[in-house]
Structure formats: C-alpha cells, structure tokens
C-alpha cells in the first residue's frame, strides 16, 4: 500500500499541526480508494528558518516505500530513505534555500513549496511596521510615559501619512501583492519589482496590474524604485542573486528619510551599511524581522541602532496559516491524484 508522509509536527506550538487537520488530510488521502494511505509522523520537526533539521529515525523508516513526503524542509535523508518510490516532495515553508541540495536537484523528484500561505499575515505586519513609522509610533515609544510631542510639532516632522507615501516593494510575488492590497486601501502609491521582464505600458511607462500597483523590472526598475520610493520593503527569496542586494551603494540610492522594511531573508541586507545607514540619520528607520544571525546576538548593532524596530522572525505567525496550508495540500494531492501540475512547483534554477 502506497503512502503519504505527514511530517510537520512542529516543535513550536503555533506550527504544530493540529489534529482535526491530520484527520482533515487523512480522509482525502485514503477515501478515494486508490490505495494511498496517510502515515503521521508524530516526533517533532523544526520547520525554523528554512526547516532543514535531520530526520528523526521515525521519519526515515516511514518514508521508506513512501510516494508523497509532506514536511517541513526537505533533508537528503528523507530523499535518500525514499528512493526510488518517493514522486513528490512539499515543504510547510516558504523558504527552500536549505532545502534545494544536489541530492534534491537531481533527484527528479517533484518538490513544492508554501510560498504565498503567509502572505496575509506578513501583510499585515508590514503594514503595521510602515505605520510605526509614518504615524511616529517610534517617537510615542521612545518619550513614554512622559507628555512629548516635541517631534510631531516640529516643522520637519517625518510624520506623515501612508495615502502620501510611495512604497516600493522589491520581490512582488505572492507576499508583496498582499502588502500591496493592505495598502491600496490607504491610497498608497505602490512600485512593485519583479524578477520576469515587464513590457512597457502606454506612453512607455511602468505597466500597472489589477492592483494599480506599477510594475518594474531589472537593475533600471531596482534603480527606480529606490529613487522613488519613501519606503522599501523586501520580499525576496534567498537566492545567490538576492544575497548582498541592498549594499551600501543600494542603501544609498534611497531617498533620504526612507524607511527599509526586511521580512525576506537577512542575507538580502549587508547589516553593516544599513547600521551606518541609520547611524547617520540618512534613513528614518528600519523595521527588520529577518537577520544574518539568529537569534539575533544580544551585542549586535541593531539592538542599538536608532530608529529600529526589531521582530525575532514571526511576521508571519497566525493561527490562520493551517487553514490555507491544508488547502494547499489537498488542492495539490487532487492534482498529483490526476497527473496535473502542482501548485507551487519550485524552480530549482532560480531558487524558489
């Protein structure tokens, strides 16, 4: 009998599948009467950054034989356990950096990703790292509990408004166009970059989705939309050719006073520059949830940097993500079921 893999019994509580969902997947992987048959992986998993942590032993016997492997991350182990039955591959993340090793690249198996599953509540923290800043939050947090309104009256107040603002979002894939919906309702002007060509729109301008957000392309479009922008926030995947992307020189050619809003990789920000960023005054601030680092060490600069707003890697923690990955999975073994193309299929060229 052919068997699916259940192997996201996540160490954090928040992660952990719940059982009614065990039961929800287990009813569509056995009531079709093909023969499949859900196997429940019940030590714990660690789907922490990119949700690479070695096996349990429990695993690899359970994914010999196996068809289907749903986890969090894909270890060679389970890769090498499951030769040669093992068809696909999905992992509960988003992020598939840790995941996408040579054993994976040449097995010919099919391997899926979670990507867009956070997207609505990443939105949402974005948002409200945005207005943290252009409502000045930072300057209520930091003068509590005195009376100080001093920097809201001040002539150069950087307090604003989100319906004023431009907000480039660099990686507009499926987290960026949920920001993007979170701030169409405030009027916000939004630049979108992506990593396909756009063809320009009538006039030769930037073409604009259903969104209204302007789309761009290209080193020119990164230019653009840095030059353009009164706050950036990056949604990127880790990839070879988003590492080291915001350097100095990048972190330079954003307008003075911008905010920088990190919720993709810390790799994507050379932490040194944008420390020096800060310290300078040149940016109003930073909103980071992702780091080089983690945990992010006690002695680090941004712990001290000003105007830093720092989130230890939940941004897009919800007790809503089950319900979208749930249907995820069950949309995807329909299709596997059928011989259709999955949903979320990862490009192992480009890194996600």
């Known amino acids: 009998m052919a068997r699916v893999v259940l192997d996201m019994n996540d160490r954090r509580p928040v992660w952990a599948i719940p059982d009614e969902t065990v039961e929800e997947i287990r009813r569509a992987v056995e009531g079709a009467g093909d023969g499949l048959r859900l196997v429940r992986v019940r030590s714990a998993a660690d789907g ?150 756009v063809e320009p729109g009538p006039g030769g301008g930037a073409p604009t989705d259903e969104l209204g957000t302007e789309l761009l392309s290209g080193p020119w479009g990164l230019d653009r939309l840095l030059a353009e922008s009164d706050a950036v926030v990056l949604s990127v995947p880790d990839t070879p050719a988003t590492r080291g992307l915001m350097d100095a020189r990048r972190l330079a050619q954003m307008r003075p006073g911008a905010v920088l809003v990190n919720v993709a990789r810390g790799s994507v920000v050379e932490e040194e520059a944008l420390v020096e960023a800060l310290e300078s005054g040149r940016l109003r601030g930073a909103a980071l949830d992702v780091f080089n680092e983690e945990p992010l060490p006690e002695d680090h600069p941004f712990r001290m940097a000003p105007r830093t707003l720092i989130t230890p890697h939940v941004s897009g923690v919800s007790r809503g993500f089950w319900r979208r990955q749930t249907d995820l999975v069950l949309e995807n073994l329909a299709r596997f079921r059928d011989g259709r193309p999955l949903r979320n299929q990862v490009d192992p060229g480009a890194g996600y």
């Open 48 to 197: 922490s950054g990119d949700g690479v942590g070695g096996p349990s032993p429990e695993v690899l016997e359970a994914v010999e034989g196996a068809r289907v492997y749903l986890g969090l991350g894909v270890h060679p182990g389970v890769l090498e356990a499951g030769a040669p039955t093992l068809q696909w591959v999905h992992t509960g993340t988003a992020g598939v950096s840790g995941s996408l090793t040579p054993q994976l690249r040449d097995s010919g198996v099919v391997f899926t990703n979670s990507a867009g599953i956070h997207g609505p509540p990443m939105a949402e923290t974005v948002t409200g790292m945005l207005l943290h800043f252009f409502r000045g939050l930072d300057f209520a947090l930091e003068t509590a509990p005195r009376w100080a309104p001093d920097d809201f009256y001040r002539a150069d107040t950087p307090v604003g408004e989100l319906g004023m603002a431009t907000v480039g979002i660099v990686g507009y894939g499926g987290i960026g166009r949920h920001v993007a919906r979170c701030l169409r309702g405030f009027g916000t002007r939004v630049l979108g970059l992506r990593r396909r060509p």
